[in-house]
């Protein structure tokens, strides 16, 4: 089992920058593809980047150049690095993990992921 704990949400202003967090905790022997996923007021979950240990990496078309993911070099704790934010990132941030490489093709859906956690607020204002 993995616990997931994320941190780093904040209000922040339209233009602004904020760094988010993943914790990881159990069973951290494996090795994970990673994602973050955010979830907006009457919104479904979406896919906003995910990396795993052998070198993947991808990101929604509409966080690319804005946002970067990356993992530590032990690859079980993930950072998301966002800036230029626009009220339209607002959402509560996710993080997920599975224990295989990141489906090339299926990375945002959230059936691919068995652990998750309780997330973090993320609200920027115009």
């Known amino acids: 089992q993995v616990q997931l704990a994320e941190s780093g949400g904040d209000s922040v202003q339209a233009g602004g920058s904020l760094r988010l967090s993943c914790r990881a905790s159990?069973?951290?022997?494996?090795?994970?593809?990673m994602a973050w996923f955010r979830q907006a007021p009457g919104k479904e979950r979406e896919g906003v980047a995910a990396?795993?240990?052998?070198?993947?990496?991808s990101y929604a078309d509409s966080v690319k150049g804005r946002f970067t993911v990356s993992q530590d070099n032990a690859k079980i704790n993930l950072d998301l690095q966002m800036n230029n934010l626009t009220p339209e990132d607002t959402a509560m941030y996710s993080c997920?993990?599975?224990?295989?490489?990141?489906?090339?093709?299926?990375?945002?859906?959230?059936?691919?992921?068995?652990?998750w956690g309780r997330g973090t607020q993320v609200t920027v204002s115009s």
């Open positions: 159990g069973d951290t022997s494996s090795r994970y593809c």
């Open positions: 997920a993990a599975v224990t295989r490489p990141c489906g090339r093709s299926r990375w945002y859906n959230t059936d691919e992921y068995r652990y």
């Open positions: 990396i795993d240990s052998f070198g993947y990496k």
